[in-house]
């Protein structure tokens, strides 16, 4: 394959894992305030310099093959991943010999709980009645054959006989519906702090992001459940 060709057909590729990198696939967001020392810039690399003021947060909590650390707001983007082995407990340590950034980067988080709720929701469920589902019918020429029948089973290898897809209402033990059931929720919050430091120094942090995730929500237990109703 000629080389532009070759180039052309891997760019497509080439591009969306550029974007993967830089966009991560997900990680949980939050905001803060970014302190830096005496209100001075940080300048992390050549491309890369962060101001004090306000910014937006994103990260990953577990090690992954797409974890990353995001630091944001209207005037600069930061982004780095966050190699696995730099996790331990609720935190992580990327070093500067590791990132090529000019500090080193510690982060820590806590989970702060709030309120307990109770909350009614509907769900999915199952349950034996009449509905309306899709089987697959054995044809035969101008007669059907529903599965499990005795019929089914003598013209299953007929060379004339083909599985069909068709729709029927009858008994079933396997009905779809839905069912109200009420849940005890927790509200809760991760508090985030991310310090940046002089590599193999003990001195305090040059700068510290200080801030918090959004507020979200963890089910802790069903207290009841209705009955399954048939769609």
């Known amino acids: 394959m000629p080389k532009r060709t070759l180039l052309r057909a891997l760019s497509g590729p080439l591009l969306l894992l ?12 939050g905001q803060g305030y970014l302190f830096t020392e005496g209100g001075k810039a940080l300048r992390l ?9 306000h910014m937006n947060l994103v990260f990953d909590a577990e090690p992954g093959l797409w974890s990353r650390l995001r630091l944001y707001n209207e005037r600069v983007d930061f982004s780095t ?9 609720n935190g992580f340590l990327l070093r500067s010999q590791d990132s090529g950034l ?5 982060a820590s988080w806590r989970e702060e709980r709030g309120l307990l709720t109770e909350r009614d929701n509907r769900e999915d469920c199952t349950t034996a009645g009449y509905c309306r589902k ?22 299953l290898d007929d ?30 919050q991760l508090l985030v702090r991310v ?3 002089q590599p193999r120094t003990e001195r305090s942090p040059v700068a510290v992001f200080d801030g918090q995730t959004r507020p979200r929500e963890r089910e802790l237990e069903v207290l009841s459940e209705g009955r399954c109703l048939i769609r």
């Open 81 to 89: 991943p966050v190699a696995s082995e730099a996790y331990a407990g």
């Open 102 to 106: 000019a500090y080193d980067i510690r």
């Open 159 to 188: 060379a004339n006989c083909v599985q069909e897809p068709v729709y029927v209402t009858d008994y079933f033990p396997d009905c779809p519906g839905t069912r109200q059931v009420r849940t005890r929720n927790r509200q809760y």
């Open 18 to 29: 550029a974007a993967l990198l830089l966009g991560g696939c997900g990680g949980i967001k």
């Open 45 to 53: 690399n050549e491309e890369v310099t962060l101001t004090q003021g």
């Open 195 to 197: 310090d940046f430091l």
């Open 134 to 155: 899709q089987v697959a019918r054995l044809v035969c020429d101008r007669k059907s054959y529903r599965p499990g029948t005795e019929r089914y089973e003598e013209h």
